[in-house]
């Protein structure tokens, strides 16, 4: 099964408002990672958070992670008509650090202008 | 650097015919990924490789599907003989071990329909 777990599937909000998607995992891992999809292209590294990290920002994205209830969210600000894409999280596992990740089913995001 | 480049960028095919994938990781990278994606399964990982030797290929689907990495700066996937179910999207990522901690970069894809 995925290690990574996204909720919502699909989410559509007005430009402007705040998007949140969460992100739920299985095993240790050393650092988890979002990734964006925009249409027919392929994935894009948005931000890393480590195991030992709470919160992380990257201008109008905010991270958290909570690794007592392996879980992640995602928070984008303001949102934009160009942020409508699919929003992945990916994590590593802490057990050998053989470079692979794990993606989740991700989440679509759609941005009404 | 131009990133990951793959090619070709869509491939329409017939069933029963081999097909080939290529990519070109970033210069650099010693991980190279082949994914492919589709709306039913989503992102799944075929096979890998570190420093051209392939870890993990329990993602093949099957023995229809073999992927080499000769050199640093080439690697392909091959499907013979495909089947309309191997339509798909598949992507190859490089990384970089150690302190860029494994963050991928993709290509663009190749859209592959098999008829």
């Known amino acids: 099964s995925q290690q990574g777990e996204e909720d919502p599937q699909a989410l559509s909000i007005q430009e402007g408002e705040n998007a949140t998607m969460n992100c739920s995992y299985k095993t240790s891992i050393n650092n988890l990672q979002w990734y964006r999809q925009n249409s027919g292209r392929g994935l894009v590294h948005l931000i890393l958070i480590r195991s030992n990290e709470r919160e992380k920002h990257s201008g109008r994205l905010r991270v958290t992670l909570d690794t007592s209830k392996k879980s992640s969210s995602l928070l984008i600000t303001a949102s934009r008509a160009a942020d409508t894409a699919s929003y992945f999280c990916?994590?590593?596992?802490?057990?050998?650090?053989?470079?692979?990740?794990?993606f989740g089913q991700g989440t679509t995001l759609q941005v009404k202008p | 650097d131009a990133g990951v480049i793959q090619s070709p960028r869509h491939e329409v095919t017939e069933m029963g015919q081999e097909v080939t994938l290529r990519c070109k990781p970033i210069?650099?990278?010693?991980?190279l990924f082949w994914y492919r994606q589709t709306m039913m399964r989503g992102l799944e990982l075929l096979i890998y490789f570190n420093n051209n030797v392939p870890i993990d290929d329990s993602g093949m689907p099957e023995d229809r599907f073999s992927a080499k990495m000769p050199n640093a700066s080439f690697s392909t996937l091959k499907i013979q003989p495909s089947e309309p179910r191997d339509s798909a999207v598949y992507f190859c990522?490089?990384?970089?071990?150690?302190?860029?901690?494994?963050?991928?970069?993709f290509g663009a894809g190749t859209r592959l329909s098999v008829l």
């Open positions: 990916a994590t590593d596992a802490r057990s050998g650090n053989t470079g692979k990740l794990i």
């Open positions: 210069s650099g990278h010693d991980y």
């Open positions: 990522a490089s990384s970089l071990s150690g302190k860029a901690k494994n963050i991928q970069y």
